[in-house]
């Protein structure tokens, strides 16, 4: 009964532990696939986070490339920049050379403009002056001569005073100073139509920059000449054919290159068509046939196109010399055929004037 009752124990012990090793391995294979499943969930995570590294790495990587792109882009355009501000630099170095050119040109100008501002009034102002200084150069000469004559007189007979001495040496030094002032005030009038005559010059090399070496013209009288074998037929005034294309193309460049360039055209009193013969046959017939041809020229030019006639009616006139200007060789004969011509000429303001007071100015001496 004993033994039974142990078996019965020992048998209840048994289950017992087998029911505990159940629910221990129960357990275990809980904790174990809790741990497989983290251990997958983790894998998956850092799976994941394995791509989003392998995303930024390459994103990296592109924004990288991005940069070294944008770097060497920003090296190009600022190689392209320090260039462009070079040549940018170079040429307002130039522009401002262009400035200094243009602001000397446009001083010369001033200064010639306000130099040709010169009146009939003030011309004649000028005569006078020249006039006035002749007399008054010989009076003055003549006072001071005297006194001198007298002083040498009275000192071989009488011995001066102070006073006497004193006055006398007054005198003569109030004649030197009319006399240096006259001379100044004659200097300065000398150096102002000096400036004038100098501005015909200016307006021929003006007119030269501005034909080129498409029309030749004369270097000190600013003319261009047509033989008139090439114009005309011997003895006639109507233009040949084969002559007016020429003619044409010289006379349109040459009258622009005057009326329709301001800087010029407000020097300029006039231009003149004039005709010259050769000295065969009679003075008036010359005359005649010379004032015909260059009439002839003139209504050719009429018929050239320019923007603004009124110009032509303004500046332009025809005039015949017959044979009052022929032209001769070096051994004084004259050469006919150069003779026979036609020649376009202009005339500056005041030139006539000018010319005579400048020949005043040379023939005075100080």
Do not use: C, P
């Not at 944008?70 to 260039?83: D, F, I, M, V, Y």
């Not at 262009?98 to 403009?113: G, W």
């Not at 240096?180 to 021929?204: C, H, M, Q």
């Not at 034909?211 to 009288?221: A, M, R, T």
């Amino acid at each position: 009964m004993f033994n039974k009752q142990e078996n019965n124990e020992e048998q209840n012990f048994w289950v017992s532990y087998a029911d505990l090793m159940a629910g221990l391995l129960f357990v275990f294979i809980l904790v174990l696939g809790a741990i497989l499943i983290k251990y997958i969930s983790i894998e998956n995570n850092l799976m994941g986070q394995n791509d989003l590294v392998n995303d930024l790495r390459i994103k990296l990587l592109e924004s990288e490339d991005n940069l070294s792109n944008e770097k060497a882009l920003n090296s190009e355009l600022l190689l392209k920049n320090k260039s462009i501000v070079l040549e940018l630099e170079e040429k307002a170095s130039e522009n401002q050379k262009v400035i200094l050119v243009l602001e000397n040109k446009n001083a010369l100008l001033k200064d010639t403009t306000n130099s040709l501002n010169i009146s009939e009034d003030e011309i004649s102002k000028l005569k006078d002056l020249v006039l006035e200084y002749e007399l008054r150069k010989k009076d003055d000469f003549n006072i001071i001569g005297n006194l001198k004559s007298d002083i040498e007189n009275k000192s071989n007979t009488i011995s001066l005073s102070d006073k006497e001495v004193a006055r006398l040496a007054s005198i003569i030094l109030k004649q030197k100073q009319k006399h240096k002032s006259l001379v100044d005030e004659f200097n300065v009038a000398k150096s102002k139509i000096k400036r004038l005559t100098g501005i015909k010059v200016k307006v021929i090399q003006e007119i030269k920059n501005k034909l080129g070496k498409s029309v030749n013209i004369d270097n000190k009288s600013g003319a261009i000449k047509f033989y008139s074998n090439i114009l005309f037929d011997q003895g006639k005034f109507k233009l040949k054919e084969k002559s007016k294309t020429v003619l044409g193309k010289t006379l349109k460049k040459y009258i622009k290159a005057i009326l329709y360039n301001k800087n010029i055209r407000k020097y300029i009193d006039k231009i003149i068509i004039e005709g010259h013969t050769n000295t065969d046959g009679t003075y008036l017939n010359n005359l005649e046939l010379s004032q015909k041809r260059a009439l002839e020229v003139m209504k050719f030019l009429y018929s050239i196109e320019f923007k603004n006639k009124k110009l032509l009616e303004r500046y332009v006139s025809a005039s015949g010399r017959s044979y009052s200007d022929i032209i001769r060789f070096k051994n004084k004969r004259e050469n006919k055929n150069a003779s026979r011509r036609i020649e376009i000429k202009f005339q500056i303001k005041n030139e006539e004037s000018i010319k005579q007071l400048s020949k005043y100015f040379n023939k005075a001496k100080i």
